[in-house]
């Protein structure tokens, strides 16, 4: 397969400039945000034009204590099919926990403990299993550090793709973000990046606030952040690049210019780095890989694939033909089984260092216990995040303020999007945004945001809120149209409210 050469994530937000892009060799597209059969035209336009697109997950939660949900891997496998993907993406993260039940609604990072690694290492494992095509994973932007880490982010990720062969997506954003954020040296993680793990690279904006660097992928792209994909370009040359932008999109000249920057950038570091390796470019055939049939799109080779009816933990809200697959929001029970796709045992990398595997696996009779003890733990961060509950020993409890906060604002972006007429009904955004906040402290977010709207319009009833009558009529005819016959009755109210009190 040739190189992927430098793309964007396709958004339905900017779907006509993407395709008027000039240069656009590729385009990743939220996973969960599309459904095979029902693709937007214009990412249909896109692909009957030969431009290739990468499925990119956010909601499998890899780095999480549970194995792997077979109803989510099963979705993404039938996703890279459908779009006639050369690989699939996802995240080094967790994004949610069994016990207690809890959804983060974004991608939260690992400890870099031995016991986490293990952990990680089964899941993935078991996902290159269920997928049609090699796996790839991107390291994330965190605000927190884990105490009694292990291992730096360069040893986790070297033992990771020597011990499952998978694939590394660097986004060098996040690169920069953990640098702010953590004191973490990018340098170091490149350096110690097998250049044949490499299989493509994210390129995004961000903005600094009281010290704190956030990966909002709603900025430019800042110098500093091309400096590092200069930094890669040099020591390595990367099979495919991409723009990532989510939220408050530029005008169109202006996405174009961000766009062309990365290419300059590129050129620049390949005139001036002569000894840089080049990337195996990432391989459709081999074990595992997706067979095409006619027309070039992949077909599978045993039974079809289930639908998965989730959707993303990362906060993409479901767009355009997404509504056919019945996107239940984070936190929605996935059909059970297997994936019919043929097995994959893991990327087929070329060069010396494919399937690397050096590494010691984790004695089978130590990971139910590693699996626990992780458990344990991302479930006390994750509930002091979304329930309000005491931060855990030995976090920076400032850190761990921001990064909740930081989750309920993302949760209440999500919640307008899905609801617009809430911050209406509510007398404008800013009104809006703070009787969510006000909302969300103490409660985690709930079966999906469609449900997550629908409760907090009920906590506002249960205290006569809006203060405005006529606004409060306006929001109870608003929820029962959605609810029910009628909001609960003064009883009721009290009832509840006393309840969330004692809470």
């Not at 291992?151 to 702010?180: C, K, M, P, S, W």
């Not at 796709?341 to 060069?351: N, S």
């Not at 992780?374 to 479930?379: C, D, N, R, S, W």
Request: aromatic share 4%; with cysteine.
């Amino acid at each position: 397969m040739a190189q992927l050469g430098v793309g964007i994530g396709w958004r339905p937000e900017i779907a006509d400039a993407v395709e008027r892009l000039p240069g656009l060799d590729w385009v990743e597209v939220v996973a969960e945000n599309i459904c095979p059969g029902h693709l937007p035209e214009s990412l249909q336009r896109l692909l009957d034009r030969g431009v290739r697109v990468v499925p990119h997950g956010v909601s499998l939660g890899l780095g999480g204590a549970e194995r792997p949900d077979a109803g989510r891997l099963d979705a993404l496998a039938e996703r890279a099919v459908a779009l006639g993907a050369p690989l699939v993406t996802e995240h080094i993260a967790f994004v949610r926990t069994a016990s207690p039940a809890l959804e983060a609604g974004h991608l939260l990072p690992v400890q870099r403990t031995r016991d986490a690694l293990d952990v990680l290492c089964e899941n993935v494992r078991i996902a290159q299993e269920a997928l049609p095509v090699p796996l790839a994973l991107e390291n994330i932007a965190a605000l927190v550090r884990w105490p009694g880490e292990e291992l730096t982010e360069a040893q986790f990720l070297t033992e990771l793709v020597e011990r499952t062969g998978v694939r590394l997506l660097i986004d060098v954003a996040n690169l920069h973000t953990n640098r702010i954020n953590r004191g973490e040296d990018p340098a170091a993680v490149l350096a110690a990046i097998p250049p044949e793990a490499l299989a493509y690279v994210h390129v995004a904006g961000g903005v600094e606030r009281d010290g704190v660097w956030h990966d909002t992928h709603a900025h430019p792209v800042p110098p500093a952040v091309l400096a590092i994909l200069a930094d890669l370009a040099g020591r390595m040359r990367p099979a495919g690049v991409l723009l990532e932008r989510d939220d408050a999109f530029p005008p169109e000249d202006e996405l174009a210019a961000e766009f062309a920057a990365i290419r300059s950038t590129l050129e620049a570091a390949a005139g001036s780095g002569a000894g840089a390796l080049a990337v195996p470019a990432v391989a459709v055939a081999g074990v595992g890989a997706a067979v095409p049939a006619a027309g070039g799109v992949p077909a599978p080779a045993a039974a079809a694939v289930a639908v998965d009816g989730g959707s993303p933990a990362a906060g993409a809200v479901p767009a355009g033909a997404a509504a056919a697959c019945g996107s239940a929001g984070p936190g929605a029970a996935a059909p059970g089984g297997s994936s019919g796709a043929p097995a994959a045992t893991g990327p087929v990398l070329g060069g010396a260092g494919a399937q690397a595997a050096s590494g010691a696996a984790a004695a089978p009779d130590r990971l139910p216990a590693a699996r626990t003890r992780v458990g344990l733990e991302q479930a006390a961060l994750l509930s002091a995040l979304v329930a309000g509950t005491p931060v855990p020993e030995g976090f920076d409890r400032q850190r761990v303020r921001v990064q909740a906060r930081a989750l309920a604002a993302k949760r209440a972006d999500i919640v307008a999007k899905v609801a617009p007429e809430l911050p209406e009904l509510l007398g404008g955004r800013k009104a809006f945004r703070e009787a969510f906040l006000g909302y969300a402290r103490r409660r985690p977010l709930p079966g999906g945001y469609r449900r997550d709207a629908l409760d907090f319009a009920e906590h506002l009833l249960v205290r006569d809120l809006p203060a405005d009558p006529a606004a409060r009529r306006r929001l109870t005819v608003w929820w029962r149209d959605r609810a029910g016959p009628k909001p609960p009755g003064r009883i009721v109210r009290w009832a509840r409210a006393l309840t969330g009190r004692a809470a």
